[in-house]
């Protein structure tokens, strides 16, 4: 239960964001600065103003009541108790930030992961210097796209040195909702890149020939049922990748991502960290080669590249 709204009266900002984090820190069991800017974050959005001036107000000793009326401060210590309840701070603030991107989140679909960025990372490094993809429109699909942060990712950062059509294909109708919403912002005009969203399951969709498909499906095994807190808020059917080890619905989405590839192209996969060995024998199951596996920033091994041979 978050008490905080009779005593924050007369209390400092400061004091307010230290006393707030300490609450998330023992629900969440974060550690302190972490616990710290959920906090700034959520006031940033609840009293629009930029986390630095929110900084600069706790530090000169405003108080509480110099930013909140009462009815407002009501109303933020509710917004706590969201958080309190497990509701994940992306769904709260209706945003989730991605390789730059500010993308509208909410029940339904997954949140993005700065883990994922990686995926993107090496995405863009294999089509910048691909000589594939020097000459022509570069053709690319985002399966399980979610809210199409890893296809908007790629045109953001693409979008000034090829011409691009890239294929986001997401099959939740929930989650479709913010996909759509998403291309609608990051839409290019004068450029000749475009982010086509796709209502379809990615293991089944039909695809153009593609230079590249990065895959970021449902891929937690079933053993894992202990999720943390926020995640266990998140659609079921964008975690569980199904089947005895959890790669039933990766095993369909390479196979069709495979099928799928111009000679050359190549699969960019994420997955669980004990998925390794069952990565390094789906993609050459489905005809790709040059298998790598690459290290998250924890050093734990959550993605295994392929390539389609060239002739």
Known sequence: MFNAERRAKNETLAEFIKKSACVLKSKYEFGQETAVFEVELLLEWFLKLDINQIRIRAITGE??????????LTNFCRIMERRLDGEPLQYITQTAHFYGLALFVGPGVFIPRPETEKLV??????????????????VLADLCAGSGAIGLALAQNLKSKVALKILAVEKSADAFKYLKKNCARYSYEHSSSVVIPVLADAGEVELPPCDAVVLN??????????????????????????????????HAVVKNAAQSLKPGGCVFLEHFET?????????????????????????????????????
Not at 63 to 72: C, R
Not at 223 to 250: C, N, Q
């Open 63 to 72: 108080f509480v009541t110099d930013l909140f009326s009462a009815d407002a």
């Open 121 to 138: 990372s090496l995405a863009l490094d294999f089509i910048t210097t691909s000589k594939n993809t020097t000459s022509g429109e570069i």
């Open 217 to 250: 499906p449902p891929y937690i095994p079933p053993e894992v049922e202990l999720l943390p807190l926020s995640v266990r808020a998140e659609p079921t059917t964008a975690l569980y990748g199904l089947g005895d080890d959890g790669f039933e619905i990766p």
């Open 275 to 311: 998925q390794s060995e069952t990565a390094a024998k789906a993609l050459p199951k489905n005809g790709l080669t040059n298998i790598k596996h690459i290290l998250d920033l924890n050093q734990r091994p959550r993605f295994t590249t392929g390539m389609k041979p060239s002739s």
